[in-house]
């Protein structure tokens, strides 16, 4: 059974049922030892089946040996995580397959899982002769790339607007951003810690290109993110405009929200900085927000305010649905045919190599 | 009552401590009713510390600030009209034309510009093209002309500039091209040949939205481009 499966939640809801009862009934029968342990029961369950549910939300645990792996202490960069393969739907003609690797990182000495996702026509004889472009999805925090697949349905989504022709066949990539499942990394080079940042622009870049057909161009690469995701999207194509030619945040703030190690989350982490102390680049941006979350709304209207060409900036709105996945499910097909238009398509011709 | 405010959570809280308090002064009362009083008092007990305390969660981090966003409809999405150009109809049987808007005088170009379209134009109504613009001399633009007739998924748009034609002019093509034919909104590029380069450099500067790249080649440009898509999926802005 699955710990993110709807079934886990209705067992952990009958155990707390029966602890209940249990409680109830050895009550009378049993002195303070016996009593006690029943209590304790009835609260165990009760606060696990919580937070069972909660992470069925966000994804932060995707499998029982991810959440044992964190609490028996060992790091998950030696002993990556394997979440367990989604669903393969590889053999249904028109549409995408998802594929879970692992990319070592050289030099961000990160190693984590990714999952792929591979559009129908990648498999196809003419696919086979093209390169894609290239989207890098990131997750909110706390969650994993699974809250895309498992909660976001990112393969329906994708899959649907490829095959109505809204959005190119885009190869995209869900990494993970820390190593430490509780580890909140914005995306950024931790002091001391994950230096995700350079795993997601150099180490993740650098594997796509050499073992995927994918563009290995600027105007071919794009992110995505939600959340804390968001946030990343925005900050590393801003920060890495050589390398991203658009980036969509979904309920994205302007700022970090952490401390780096550095103090960069004053400066060259925080967008608001950024756009007023470095002269804008001439990349895209897609924000989109609910209009009843004051967190997102506030600081994609600042990045809004302060952006100047050549740096160009599209919003997109919900009425309501707050901080969740309901607002990130409404804004997934905006989003990604927004994304494609500013990429560029996929090619026959063959790609420059990449030196860094 | 709002579901982020004080009072939702003082009232959950208060119901909590009352079943809690109920629960107890019932417990040794209820006769063979007993065991099921006992159970639901306990249960109903967990069910509210566990509200409660997702209340004053949600109160600070506000997932959900409101009745309305725990109901997010998929209602608001809206996928915008399909784009008409006033040419499709001769763009349906002709791919090359001369294409001189009323309004492009002020273009001051050596001879009326060529629009060329891809060959299955016609057969994807609901689909806006990105465009190329090509910047050269009377003496390339049959060449030209042949090569751009290869290149799918574009429009192509060449130009004879002449000593009047100005970027500030041409600043309205974007506008006018979009009447005639079902171009992108950005995504575009110019092609200029090396006498041109400047003239290109104003005109992209002045409408940076617009266009992508600056090239001299025009097979660089097709492969830069965006796809031809269909109408894309919209938020509200």
Redesign the interface.
Known sequence: MSIDSPLTIVAGLAT??MA??L???V?DRRRIIGRTAVVAA?LLS?TGT?ALQLNSIVEAYPSWSSLFAHSAGRNDADNPPVPPAPPANGSRPGHGRTETVTVAGPTSRMTMPMIVYFPAAYDTPAGRRLKFPVIEAFHGHPGTPEAWVRRLDIVSHLDR?IA?????PTVVLLPYQTTDHLLDTECTNITGGPQTETYLTHDVRRWAIDHLRVRA?Q?GWGLIGYSAGGFCAMNLALKHPDLYAAGASLSGDSEPGIKVGDGSEKTTNSITWRLTHRPPP?I?LYL?W?K????ARLGSLRVLRLAK??L?V???????????L??W???E??AF??L????????T?PQPSVSQ | MSLTGRGIILVSAALTVLLAAATVLLWRRGGRWR?PI??AG??AV?VL??LT??LIVNRS??????W??L??S?S??NVAKPPVGRLDGVLGTSRVVRWSPPEGSGWRLAAPAILIVPADYAQ?P??SYPVIVVLTSADRVASIRAEATTIA?ALTVVAVPTRGTTAAELATLPARLAQDARA?D??WAIVADTAQTTLARQWHSLV??RF??VTTALATAA?????A?????????
């Open positions: 707390t049922l209940t009862v409680l109830v009934l009550w009835v009760m919580a607007e109505a022709g809204r959005m190119a161009d105007p001439p895209a989109g609910s009843d979350e004051s967190t060409a050549p160009l599209t919003t997109g709105t919900v009425p309501h649905g707050g901080h969740s309901g607002v499910q409404q804004m097909a905006p045919d927004w494609s238009a500013n990429l560029s398509r996929p090619t011709a | 065991p006992r159970v306990l249960l967990e510390v566990v305390a997702g981090e506000r997932f959900y600030p409101s309305q966003a109901a997010a998929h608001n999405e994807h609901d689909r998924d992108a950005t995504g940076p939205a992508r790249l492969e830069r481009l965006p796809p898509l269909d109408t894309p999926v919209r938020l509200h802005p």
